[in-house]
């Protein structure tokens, strides 16, 4: 009897892990309607291969997933609002602050929720670190980070500014 009930928690397992990794359908129909499967292939580089948020703060869950651009394997993340299916792409060819247009570098992301950022500063001259500023964050953002020896170096908090989105860079 033990041997059928571990193939049914195992069997149970797998369905909710592949539930919880598929992506919504509202979000994949945008990304079909919009004709990014053309140029963009959705990712899985990072886990997990989505998160959802209200980015924008439109009482909405807004989406962001993992892409990679077809033609030259360039790495990056599509942003789609929920409400209004407008979409963002960073990286993947398309150049984004200083992640540029590659996102290769990447080896974590999260959903960033905390009300305060430091955002690190730079001398324009030289490049060197000069400082951080405080920034306060109203909504959630995404924070993008590249790791040496287990530790985060640098990275970047991707933020809806009512505008656009811009980076928040973090580390060296």
């Known amino acids: 009897m033990k041997p059928a009930l571990l193939i049914i928690f195992l069997l149970g397992t797998c369905v909710v892990h592949s539930q919880t990794n598929a992506l919504p359908s509202w979000a994949l129909n945008v990304f079909r309607q919009k004709s990014f499967d053309k140029k963009y292939m959705l990712a899985s580089f990072l886990k997990p291969s ?19 651009e077809k033609q030259t394997k360039k790495k990056g993340i599509l942003l789609i609002h ?16 200083n992640g540029g247009d590659d996102f290769r570098w990447a080896d974590q992301w999260n959903v960033y929720s905390k009300k305060i950022a430091n955002e690190t500063q730079f001398d324009p001259k030289t490049g060197d670190v000069i400082g951080g500023k405080k920034v306060k964050l109203s909504r959630p953002g995404i924070l993008v980070e590249d790791y040496e020896d287990g530790a985060a170096l640098a990275g970047m908090i991707i933020y809806w500014n009512g505008k656009k989105y811009i980076e928040i860079h973090q580390g060296e």
């Open 50 to 68: 989505y998160w959802q948020a209200d980015f924008n703060g439109d009482n909405h869950q807004d989406i962001v997933v993992l892409i990679t």
């Open 82 to 97: 929920n409400n209004t299916n407008e979409c963002f792409v960073l990286g993947a060819g398309t150049k984004f602050g």
